[in-house]
């Protein structure tokens, strides 16, 4: 298994209104985007050219929606700073860059 790409840890990790984990993790590995629970447990993953994520000019700067397979989630990058949501979207994009050249 290669070395993430992206790594964060200490997301909150939530569905809606509802919060799936408070220190969850974010991972961008193999091509892929992987949400695990506190414990490591796979909540969701998709391969990054499938994901949609956005960040709103005037919301926190920590937090990212994202959208695998159909369900919409809301990141909030907490432990990384406050450009923890745009160096995520930029791992997101580089990511999405390499899968597509190795085609």
């Known amino acids: 298994m290669a070395e993430a790409e992206f790594t964060a840890t200490g997301v909150r990790i939530g569905r809606r209104l509802r919060s799936l984990t408070r220190g969850g993790q974010v991972l961008i590995r193999d091509g892929r985007l992987v949400l695990l629970t506190s414990r490591g447990r796979e909540i969701d993953s998709a391969p990054v050219e499938d994901v949609r994520a956005l960040t709103t000019r ?29 160096r995520f979207m930029e791992a ?12």
């Open 58 to 86: 005037f919301a926190v700067k920590r937090r990212t929606l994202a959208r695998l397979n159909g369900t919409g989630y809301l990141l909030t990058l907490r432990q990384q700073g406050a450009t923890s949501a745009s």
């Open 92 to 103: 997101l994009h580089t990511a999405r860059q390499r899968v597509t050249s190795r085609r």
